[in-house]
């Protein structure tokens, strides 16, 4: 199995770790991973601003760099959305295709691809879990609390695998944390407002950490929990799934 | 309503100056999408409900030609009389002649959000004649001379000693009185006398039936009922798009319509009305403004599914936060931001932004309108049609340019990633809208891909 390790722009640049942990889970599981040196964004920023037209230099880039994997993974389920939705190329729009059908988020293909039953990690915490809502009711990682039907868990089957770990509930269990890109600027107000309430639903129910499936989610809310001086941190589920 | 030059980032800025105003309004109408849940869950089949109203409605949107003219005819047959207003003023001017011609100068109105689009008020207001709504929102928000704030709940932003205030300057209620009992009992009073001398009503419509040429008004209050029951002249204004294309379909929209707005499982009245009683006369305006536009529209059309029960509003936590008078529109909301820029792209250009895309408009809608995907591709148009914030286009230019090669994106990363280690104050600063209320990350020695070129260099 040929994959390919797809780490977003603001990853790559602010959190390493993150990517690192995903590196070291999937080759901790037999994988072989590799990561092409000249990625760099999915397009993702300037597309959700109305700016579509001006990422085909994204699209290209990505399509050189990723067209020749069996499967591509990501620890973001935001950016996996985007290609999945809008990788487009109007010169190999066959391999823009075959891109979108096997770009996965890391913790559906641990489950869907891996069928992963059992992890070696340990983290002896209190956790919420934030469901960003790009994976969440873009890709479908878990059951949403709006339709009616039957509950399941991508990120939750995982971090159930792992030692010591407690989960905690939360009053809602999948409202926005407020980023949505370049919302976070451009509606201020309520973009962090919606970060403050997320952050204390976790904060009150007792959470020593924050995890996610997506960084982006996990950098607006540690942005407020670190201007609150609070202990509580975010991690990246998979520095958690990878946790010794 | 007109916001002056401010757009929905200005006004939202405004409604958070007061968190504990901000935290109420969340939990109030989160209470309502929680009361959605619970009757949505208690029906196994709503899933296919849902499914079943979007199908209704896509054969709806796509004949819709042939249901409006099958619908007019048996409305005339059953001694209607059917108007055509291609906009707003053609409507206003519509309901206007037929007050005119009765000479009536005073009328109540009850359950239209379409008179809210078209600024019926306002313009009756202009030639003279006075309009009391008589739902109890309405009739707040019209004594507080604003627009309503909520399609389903007009003055949902109001707390209730605000309403007791109100109350005890134009109702004479004693001052300080805020019980919500008390006050409805006040306001039914003052109304009944209203009722029983004004002779035009003026109601809307939720459901127009083309198999039998009537039409069905959702209210909880009876309200609608009342008021064309006791006027020589009924009015209805109604949208081209609130055709059904048989009776039977109300089976699926009135079991979705009520569980969807508040929660209950039907509104206390669901009224038909089909001929009008011996001496009545009864008007149907059906009403265009920019709806064959928007069907024209192959991305946008199925916004014309809606069918106004603003589940989307009360799941939507931008909405939640920011009150419905932040998007400047009858309308507000998710479903307001896909609807509104068809109006007006220049005035209204704010509207889909003002999303964080999370999807749960989407999943809560009943007739299944993929709001947000619209909301995405409102926001594509409105920048090609040069709509854009100008310092937003510079930046996206920049970010294109930067992103678009890897030599140009690791540079920038390096260079990005010192000034914030060395000189924090460059991006620390209130210039910088994260840093205001939120701290940067913290700065790590090396990005992945220089740390992937030191320890993988098997690659």
Redesign the interface.
Known sequence: MNVGLF?P?Y???????A??AT?NLLSGLGITV??P?????C?Q???????????Q??N??FIDNFAEFDYIVSPSGSCVLHIKDHLHSPTAEDKALGIRKKVYELTEFLTDVLKVEKLSARFPHKVGVHQS??GQ??LMLAQ??????APFSKPLHLLKMVEGLELVELS?P???C????????????????????RVADHVNHGAEYITAADMSCL??M???L??QNSNVKVLHIAEILSAQ | MSSGTKD??AL??I??KD?ER?DWH?ETL?FVRAKR?KA??N??E??ALRESASLIKNNVLSNLHNYLIEFEEQAQKNGVTVHWAVDAAEHNQIVHAILKEHGVNRLIKSKSMLTEECHLNEYLKQNDIEVVDTDLGERIVQLAQEPPSHIVLPCIHKKKEEIGELFHEHLGTPEGMSDPVFLTAAAREHLRETFLTRKAAITGVNFAVAETGEFVVCTNEGNADMGAHLADVHIACMGIEKIIPKRKNLGVFLRLLTRSATGQPITTYSSHFKKPRPGQQMHLVLVDNGRTTQLSRPDFRNSLKCIRCAACMN?C??YR??GGHSYHTAVAGPIGSILAPNLDMKEYSDL?????????C???CPVKINIHEQL?KW??V???EGY?DPT??LA??A??F?????FV?KNA?KV??WFMKHAPFTVNNKLN??Y?????????K????E???KN?KN?
């Open positions: 780490i722009c990853i790559d640049q602010f959190y390493p770790n990517a690192i590196l590799k990561y040196v000249n990625q760099t964004c397009g920023p300037m597309a959700n601003s109305g700016f579509e037209h001006l990422t230099g994204c290209d880039l809502c790009h009711r873009g949403m609390s709006e339709l009616v039907d809602r999948d409202e926005c407020g980023f949505g890109g370049t919302f976070c600027v451009a509606e201020e107000a309520v973009s962090v407002k919606m970060g403050k309430d950098m607006h540690e942005g407020i670190r201007r | 929905h980032a939202s800025d409604f958070n968190e901000v969340d989160w849940d949505a869950h029906i196994p709503w899933e799941t936590p931008v936060r920011s889909p932004f003002a999303s964080t895309l999370c999807g749960s989407s999943n809560v995405y926001r594509q409105i920048v090609k854009a937003k286009k996206m230019k970010m294109e930067t992103l678009s090669s890897p994106y990363g990005g990633r809208l994260w205001q209320h939120r701290e940067m990350p913290a700065v790590p090396e990005s992945f891909g740390w992937y070129k993988k690659d």
